[in-house]
């Protein structure tokens, strides 16, 4: 060890270069090789879950184009002899004078209802519960967490007999007010709100005078849009695929939404009698069905993307 003119310690040069060595090894990185990251098992996992989703919507497709002696006479993922998908499309919409429309009306007002609804009651909840701290908090929150793990079927007939008891079934209102109620999505947005608005900006509106009914509207709502769109998907997703609930509670054909018109058309043709058979009828309205989700989730993709990445993430 040597001393500099002013007394301070200087290490060997020996001693130098064996750091400046090992400081070199500790920066050499090996170049990322994609190829070693990759499991093979996983990739065959993901093949598997994409096949499962694609193919029935291929079947679904393709069956559509057939008619009902090609629908049960030929293989089910290629065409048939003729290409019916134009008279099926004709027959969708004219059959029983035009039912599918009154149908396809049913299941627009029940889902953008109870989307609209579950979306806004699921927002104010989940600000709640992030943002106030109030006596029992934890309990109902604890309560929502398990709701989340009831399956729907299972509270439908207990809702039934509830309802019946007001005289409120074989009405709109009897499949609307259940699915306003979405324990999954005010669980994701007490998870959102968490994040999304900081507490320092609320403490700020609440020093310019703002109200909290003024906070939330002008000042929570903006911030939580994106995860306001993610519930919405799922609940507007839920409302128009249901098909138990509004099966149990609506009699009148001129109140079934898509699912169960479809459904009771199924049965009709299979029960035979001398009925019209609609088997290829009642498939290619189910392909003309999806139509609306899939343009409403391409639509709000960016949103729901958003959403979803947004809240898991804390700075």
């Not at 090609?70 to 035009?98: I, P």
């Not at 709640?128 to 029992?136: D, E, Q, T, V, W």
């Not at 054909?253 to 043709?269: D, K």
Request: proline share 5%.
């Amino acid at each position: 060890m040597t001393t500099t003119t002013s007394g301070a310690p200087v290490a060997p040069a020996s001693q130098v270069s064996l750091d400046a060595k090992g400081l070199a090894k500790v920066r050499k990185v090996k170049p990322y090789n994609p190829e070693k990251r990759r499991s093979k098992l996983l990739t065959a996992l993901l093949w598997l879950c994409g096949l499962y989703f694609v193919l029935p919507i291929l079947w679904l497709v393709i069956a559509s184009t057939k008619d009902n002696a090609d629908l049960f006479s030929t293989f089910g993922y290629w065409f048939g002899a003729k290409f019916s998908l134009w008279e099926n499309l004709k027959d969708v919409f004219t059959t029983g004078n035009g039912i599918y429309l009154h149908w396809a009306l049913n299941t627009v007002v029940y889902a953008l209802v109870s989307a609209v609804g579950a979306s806004f009651l699921a927002t104010m909840a989940g600000y709640a519960f992030a943002k106030y701290r109030f006596p029992g908090a934890k309990i109902m929150f604890s309560v929502v967490l398990g709701a989340i793990m009831i399956p729907l079927t299972a509270l439908a007939l207990p809702t039934y007999l509830i309802f019946s008891h007001f005289g409120i079934t074989n009405t709109p209102i009897a499949v609307i007010v259940p699915s306003l109620v979405s324990p999954f999505g005010v669980f994701l947005m007490r998870v959102y709100a968490a994040d999304a608005i900081p507490d320092s900006m609320i403490e700020a509106a609440r020093v310019d005078g703002a109200s909290e009914g003024r906070i939330f509207f002008q000042v929570g709502l903006r911030l939580l849009g994106p995860g306001i769109v993610t519930v919405f998907l799922f609940a507007l997703v839920a409302t128009w695929n249901n098909y138990f609930l509004p099966l149990i509670m609506l009699n009148s054909s001129n109140l079934y939404p898509l699912t169960v018109g479809l459904a009771q058309q199924q049965a009709t043709s299979a029960g035979g009698g001398g009925s019209q058979a609609l088997f290829s009828t009642v498939i290619t309205g189910s392909l003309v069905s999806i139509v609306p989700l899939i343009v409403a989730f391409l639509f709000l993709q960016r949103y729901w993307q958003t959403g979803l990445a947004s809240g898991s993430v804390k700075e």
